[in-house]
């Protein structure tokens, strides 16, 4: 479940599409702008994110918090190695150093397990299986990255915001998709309903709770981009004045 919960929310992209939409619709009444190639890459990457959320929602679980924590970290390690080695990105002697020590924390800690460091309740088999799913989605992140770099190096014209989100919509709902299926398998929408009846103030008041804070994260994300928005016509004022400001050059005049 909790790995649905990580991107069910993409519909609200649709919000800064529609007003960008809007915004362009007098000069390019262009609704779509991602290409069929764009798609099917963007398509195949949301079930690669679908994946990474449900190892990175399991894995976890099983792992002490500062376990997890620190092979979250080699996410950061596992992204520069496939930038290098995909999109050709240079790699700094302090950033091969610092991919080298992220990878030797993580394996010092497989190494180190002892029934003192697990879960309550958690066996050493369930320890060593959260460790091994946390850096396969740690592997997997690093790799989604670079890769979505590649879409916008492939692409043949220019990458605008709207390509952007519209690639990060897609991907948002394959992956989605992915999870959505996971979910039905496994009936986690009738332990919704299970949990909500053991809530101690009852079922009505956990779906007003959880009501209200999904309203509250939607006011949140609506805010963030009024905000962006609003910062970047000030940007954009500020230089269309800075050039209304500056001193026309006269050009000397000949001499007959």
Known sequence: MS?????????????????????????????????????????GLGILTGLIA???????????????????????????????????????????????????????????TTDNDLPTGESTMDYMMGFFMSVIGAVLYGLLLPLIEMIYMNAKKAITYTTVLEIQMIIAIFATAFSTVGVIINKDFQAIQEEASQFDIGDVKYYLVLGIAIFLAICGFISYFYGENEQSKKEKQKTIDEEQSQPFLLQPELSM
Do not use: H, M
Request: charged residues 10%; positive net charge.
């Open 3 to 43: 790995s649905w919960l990580k991107t069910v929310g993409c519909p609200i992209i649709l919000i800064p599409l529609a007003i960008a939409y809007f915004q362009r619709r007098k000069i390019d009444p262009q609704i779509i702008f991602i290409t069929r190639r764009e798609f099917l890459g963007s398509a």
């Open 54 to 112: 449900y190892f990175n929602s399991w894995g976890p679980a099983k792992l002490p918090v500062s376990t997890s924590t620190l092979i979250n970290a080699t996410q950061l390690a596992f992204t520069t190695l496939f930038a290098v080695l995909l999109i050709k990105q240079k790699l700094t002697a302090y950033s091969a150093i610092s991919v080298a020590l992220l990878i030797a924390a993580a394996a010092i800690l497989a190494l180190r």
